[in-house]
């Protein structure tokens, strides 16, 4: 297993797209180890920065999603986010 990649924390956008940048070959090295010893994860770095606001959709959901916020004139994140919230208000007064 690779050893984890220290990511500085930045004094402004600009530094941060300059490492990401200047720093591209090395990540892409880990990413290309981390697939060859089977360590890499599906929300791997969402999880090590405390993003877990995150809810997987199968492909065929996405798809389906997209042709419906398509038709309601929103982006299908949005779309998605309002049927989770219209779901879980019916949940709760249920």
């Known amino acids: 297993m690779a050893t ?3 990511i500085p924390k930045f004094e402004s956008e600009a530094d941060e797209a ?3 940048f200047e720093h591209a070959d090395e990540l892409m090295d880990d990413f ?3 697939a060859a010893d ?3 994860g599906h929300g791997t770095v969402a999880r090590r920065f405390g993003l877990t606001n995150i809810v997987e959709l ?3 959901d996405v798809d389906l999603a997209r ?3 398509a038709r309601h ?3 299908y994140q949005t779309y998605v986010q309002n049927l989770v919230h219209e779901a879980l208000v019916l949940a ?3």
Do not use: M
């Open 4 to 6: 984890r990649r220290l």
């Open 18 to 20: 300059r490492w990401w």
């Open 67 to 69: 042709e419906l916020a």
């Open 38 to 40: 089977g360590t890499l």
């Open 73 to 75: 004139g929103v982006e």
């Open 58 to 60: 199968k492909s065929n």
């Open 32 to 34: 290309d180890a981390a």
């Open 92 to 94: 709760k007064a249920s």
